[in-house]
């Protein structure tokens, strides 16, 4: 049995099952002798015990697979098997990819471009692993590991990995070794992974989008800069911050006013458990628009930023309102960056299209557009 209960509900990265796999098939490779369990300790401290599948035992070679679990993370890859063949060579440890697993086309990445990817910490475990079986039999020699997964090349084409520059299957990765269910930290790395390789391409600027709203807007309304964008969810701060230390001069933030509104207060994590205040932002801007008290009572009673700016048009200000937002986030943005790039944003929503820009934001568009093509 997998030891799940130990990580209670954590779960696995491919680096960890495949140093797992690679410890087994190496052993077996002296022993001749089938092995059903194995278990190594992460990076992270943790010891992981997997059950070991799919043995095939030649004079040459072993291969066998584990079966990736992911926790309550939703990982595409969960439930995927991960192999791994071991063999002699005359030295060293050769660690490589085959069948699903991805190539590295685009420099910032992990591993060189054209090298298989299979990053530095899941290299580092394998070779570890490998070391510890060859001393406990006393070889001199050396191994040829070789991860694969045959389910990985159709499961890659749901993944960013073609985006980020990684084709023809998934990526061996992991740094603690563990899965912690819906990381936080996880999904900012992949943020500043993508802006690391628009910046390796050479890219001064680039577009920041916050989900499938944003992706679905550009698609009808900006076609020619929909592929050049980074999806960042909810952490506009952090890809703001990552994007200043690698030197990126121009940047655009476009997202639904539900979201975005959130900037006019200066609240960089629009997630929902870390700050609301989409209504206060709105009766804010109200009041320095001077709309009646009697609306912005009702504003507080809203559930949607739609439904406020409903009641904001029934007196003629929404227009006024949105446009004071705008300031308010032209403010925040500069602050966040002081003034050191140019940066802007655009919200829509969907009830009433585009909603405001900041002042610089068509210049930017056409930058990012020309820059691009």
Request: charged share 20%; with cysteine; aromatic share 4%.
């Amino acid at each position: 049995m997998n030891n799940h209960s130990v990580l209670n509900h954590y779960g696995y990265t491919t680096g960890t099952c495949a140093t797992i796999c690679a410890k087994a098939s190496c052993e077996m490779l002296f022993t001749k002798e089938n092995i059903t369990q194995t278990e190594i300790l992460t990076p992270k401290g943790i010891a992981v015990k997997m059950d070991i599948l799919h043995t095939e035992i030649t004079e040459h070679d072993v291969s066998c697979a584990v079966k990736k679990f992911s926790g309550d993370d939703p990982d595409i890859t969960n439930g995927m098997l991960i192999y791994v063949k071991c063999e002699k060579i005359p030295f060293g440890i050769e660690i490589t990819g085959g069948i699903g697993i991805g190539t590295v086309t685009k420099a910032g990445l992990d591993q060189p471009v054209g090298q298989k990817a299979i990053n530095s910490v899941p290299r580092q475990m394998i070779t570890a692993v490998v070391k510890e079986i060859c001393e406990k039999y006393d070889y001199n020699g050396g191994i040829k590991v070789t991860v694969y997964a045959p389910q990985g090349v159709e499961l890659a084409k749901k993944t960013l990995n073609e985006k980020l520059g990684i084709v023809g299957g998934i990526s061996i990765i992991g740094t603690t070794g563990i899965i912690e269910p819906m990381s936080n930290s996880a999904l900012i790395e992949t943020i500043k992974l993508e802006e690391n390789v628009l910046c390796q391409q050479g890219r001064k600027s680039f577009l920041l989008t916050i989900g499938n709203y944003s992706q679905k807007f550009l698609s009808e309304h900006m076609p020619d800069i929909l592929d050049k964008s980074v999806m960042c969810s909810n952490f506009i701060g952090e890809a703001v911050d990552n994007a200043l230390l690698l030197g990126f001069e121009n940047i655009l933030l476009i997202g639904h006013i539900g979201k975005l509104v959130k900037l006019g207060a200066g609240i960089m994590n629009t997630h929902s458990s870390v700050a609301d205040g989409r209504m206060e932002v709105l009766i804010t801007c109200g009041v320095l628009c001077d709309v009646p008290c009697d609306v912005l009572k009702q504003i507080v009673q809203c559930v949607t930023v739609d439904g406020a700016l409903a009641l904001l048009k029934t007196v003629g200000k929404k227009d006024e309102v949105c446009s004071l937002l705008m300031q308010r986030i032209q403010h925040y943005l500069n602050l966040r960056v002081r003034n050191s790039v140019n940066i802007g944003a655009i919200l829509f929503s969907d009830k009433f299209g585009v909603i405001g820009k900041t002042d610089n934001a068509d210049t930017l568009t056409k930058i990012i557009t020309k820059e691009y093509h």
